[in-house]
């Protein structure tokens, strides 16, 4: 007996050891229920999948269609993925909208970070109340888990408020060495909903259910709905997933097991596993017994992993001395926020409708742009028809001052409803031409306020051509698209036909096109005669607005004795040509500025118009360089004050009087 007791004994002591073994190539460990306490760190289910040897992946993710996110551009939205990707995969158009409760596949780039597998969203905030167990189990329907959100956002739970933005960390996977060679390729991350079993689930995807159980480490088929549980795929998911999925649930008691499985065939599994695992852990133990020890120093070396932050958060009772950092942490973040426009708001249809008074023509602003009021803060809302996901996708990595904020957008019946920051003063063009009555009584802009919007226009597009990545071309700059503030700053407009120039030499990249549409008077002749598309292009039409704020005519108007039409462009070069050019300039000056301006500093402006408007656009200056040109004569238009003037002129005399 005392013999057999000493080999029974060493072998219980090297299992214990070995099992805090990490397991390197082992797959998620299934979440069971233990994302329903959002205070249980206990175990990595919970926080995602641990990494294995491969970095990154493409993977998919399940969603179910929600009255809120119920197309491609909005689900891709929550979920940060491609929406000309996702709409692909699940054979439908990018705007299309999707009956609630349908589940549809997004295909995303899965990779490890720290030690888990992840894919970033970015969620903002909608309303006061929403917690970490919310926003997890019922807006990203359990793709995430609370213990994960926690882990990877300062915010304590009493700091969500709305507007706050958090990072989404969504469990992806990548196929571990052995599925590899079992030939999958994919790990699909499956949303389980009531009723449904392992071997349903594997029926939908034609796989069987052994590598799903071993996917999640699952002993036995148990499992539970609203749980997330991993696919192992040899295929692309099928593009006719799309299938309505079970009812609305009308009983929210806590979900119980969805299903048993067949337990006889489960438990002749676990034997043989029990035998097979038993025998292959002491070989494994005994060469790991070293190597276990100085794997675990090194994993704890890099100290400021995602799950030290874990229990950071204020939530858990244990932690008030950790109030302090969070708290400091989340007003640094607050300042981030406001000029957070990585995440928008989606609106839902009904809002929209109640916000704009159902789009009534007293709340029409022109076309088909509505003023709307969301508790009383004024917003414009933008209908347009088709697939918009290139203007949201391009304003929603754009976050500049002086370039419109869109706050959020809605899909509804094929329309997309884009909401904007609001501008009181309404558009440039209806400052500056009498033709739209509509200021003809009030005061006209004046020579600082035109210096600031020229300022503000071309710092907007210095971000676009330079600061951008890839960079943007606007390409339909006007006065009709700079859109004034209540303090008369500008924010340059409308982006439906921005897009972007990636390319090599120092003029930024070119692209050619056929289809050239845009607005006369502000379109370069290269573009016109040669659908050219270079940030030049922006240059040539900031030009002619330079000459709009200047003389406050149009791009093209009737000319003085009616003889047909003239564009300002060619107008600047009869203006500042041949002699006695600063008189001509006063000539072509707006009366509405009644002198008031500096005339050396109008010629300056003058001047760099004319530059822009240059018929071959290696002439035009750069941007940026158009940029510092207007922020030195907005430095000295600083300076420069009528009543200064009239003061220094005084101040002199009275020097040469005592004199
Ligand atoms: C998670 O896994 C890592 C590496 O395998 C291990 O070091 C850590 O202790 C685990 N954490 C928990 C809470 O189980
Ligand atoms: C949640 O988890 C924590 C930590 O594991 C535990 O102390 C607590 O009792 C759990 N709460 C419930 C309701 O199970
Ligand atoms: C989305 O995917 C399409 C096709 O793969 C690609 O052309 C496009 O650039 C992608 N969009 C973004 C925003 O990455
Ligand atoms: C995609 O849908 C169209 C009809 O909308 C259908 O004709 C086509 O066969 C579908 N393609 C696939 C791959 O399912
Ligand atoms: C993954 O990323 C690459 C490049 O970053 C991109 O081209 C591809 O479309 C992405 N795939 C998906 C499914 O989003
Ligand atoms: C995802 O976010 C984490 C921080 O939460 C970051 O460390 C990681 O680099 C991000 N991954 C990607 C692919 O951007
Ligand atoms: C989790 O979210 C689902 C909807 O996705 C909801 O039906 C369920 O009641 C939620 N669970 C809890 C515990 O709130």
């Given amino acids: ?165 958090l990072n989404v960390p969504l469990r992806c996977a990548c196929p571990t060495q052995k599925q590899s060679e079992a030939g999958f390729k994919y790990l699909l991350t499956y949303l389980v909903s009531k009723g449904e079993t392992v071997s349903s689930i594997a029926e939908i995807f034609g796989v069987d259910q052994q590598s799903i159980l071993e996917a999640n480490e699952l002993s036995n088929p148990s499992i539970y709905y609203f749980t997330p549980i991993s696919v192992p795929l040899k295929t692309e998911p099928p593009t006719n997933l799309l299938r309505a ?19 006889d065939s489960s438990k ?8 097979v695992g038993v025998v292959v852990l002491l070989l494994v133990c005994a060469a790991l017994f070293f190597f276990c020890f100085y794997r675990q120093r090194r994993v704890q070396s890099p100290s400021p992993t995602p799950p030290a932050k874990a229990f950071s958060g204020p939530t858990h009772k244990q932690s008030e001395e950790m109030t302090l950092p969070t708290t400091q942490s989340w007003s640094l ?5 406001r000029y957070a426009i990585e995440s928008l708001s989606v609106y839902k249809f009904d809002e929209l409708q109640k916000a704009t008074g159902f789009f009534s023509e007293e709340n029409k602003i022109k076309g088909s742009v509505y003023r709307a009021s969301f508790k009383g803060d004024y917003a414009a809302v933008k209908i347009l028809k088709g697939d918009v996901s290139g203007e949201i996708n391009i304003l929603k990595r754009i976050n500049h001052f002086n370039i419109i ?49 020229a300022h503000d226009v071309a710092d907007a597009l210095n971000y676009l051509h330079n600061y951008t990545n890839p960079p943007h071309v606007h390409k339909n700059l006007k006065s009709g698209n700079v859109l004034l503030d209540g303090n008369f700053r500008a924010k340059v407009s409308n982006f439906g036909l921005a897009r972007t120039v990636e ?27 040669n659908g050219l598309i270079t ?20 791009a ?74 207007l922020s030195k004569v907005q430095s000295s238009t600083m300076d420069w004050d009528p009543s200064d003037e009239l003061e220094r002129s005084r101040s002199v005399s009275q020097i040469s009087d005592s004199r």
């Fill in 1 to 165: 007996m005392a013999t057999g007791a000493w080999p029974v004994a060493a072998v219980t002591l090297v299992l214990l050891l070995c099992s805090s073994i990490p397991k390197s190539e082992s797959q998620q460990e299934y979440v069971n229920n233990k994302q329903l306490n959002c205070s249980n760190h206990d175990t990595n289910a919970t926080s995602g999948n641990l990494c294995n040897s491969v970095p990154s992946c493409i993977s998919y993710l399940t969603f179910k269609s929600s009255p809120d996110y119920n197309s491609p551009v909005s689900i891709s939205y929550l979920l940060n993925s491609n929406t000309t990707v996702t709409a692909a995969a699940n054979n439908i158009t990018d705007v299309q909208s999707i009956p609630v409760d349908t589940l549809i596949t997004i295909p995303i780039n899965c990779s490890c970070s720290g030690l888990y597998y992840q894919h970033n969203a970015s969620y903002t905030i909608k309303i006061q109340g929403e917690t970490y167990f919310l926003i997890a189990n019922n807006t990203y329907q359990s793709l995430t888990t609370c213990q994960a959100l926690m882990a990877q956002n300062t915010y304590g739970e009493r700091d969500l408020v709305a507007g706050l933005n």
């Fill in 245 to 263: 999925a079970a009812p609305p649930n009308d009983s929210p008691s806590p979900p119980p097991p969805a299903a048993e499985g067949d337990s």
């Fill in 268 to 275: 002749k599994w676990v034997i043989i596993g029990i035998v």
């Fill in 333 to 337: 973040s607050s300042e981030g926020i």
């Fill in 405 to 453: 904020r869109l706050s959020g957008f809605c899909v509804h019946k094929g329309d997309t409803y884009l909401v904007y920051e609001f501008a009181e003063n309404d558009s440039l063009e209806n400052w500056l031409h009498s033709v739209n009555k509509k200021y003809e009584n009030s005061v006209s802009l004046s020579w600082v306020q035109r210096v600031h919007i």
């Fill in 503 to 529: 390319g090599e030499g120092d003029e930024g990249g070119f692209q050619l096109t056929r289809h050239v549409v845009g607005t006369q008077g502000y379109m370069s002749p290269e573009y016109i005669e």
């Fill in 535 to 554: 940030p030049k292009m922006d240059v040539f039409a900031f030009g002619v607005v330079l000459l709009e704020l200047l003389s406050g005519r149009e």
């Fill in 556 to 629: 093209v108007g009737g000319s003085k004795n009616g003889a047909g039409e003239q564009m300002l462009s060619v107008t600047v070069n009869q203006v500042l040509e041949g002699d006695n050019v600063k008189e001509k300039l006063r000539g072509f000056m707006d009366p509405n500025l009644r002198d008031e301006y500096p005339l050396e500093l109008a010629y300056s402006m003058a001047e760099l118009a004319k530059r822009c408007v240059a018929r071959d656009l290696n002439a035009r200056p750069q941007i940026s360089e158009v940029f510092m040109t």
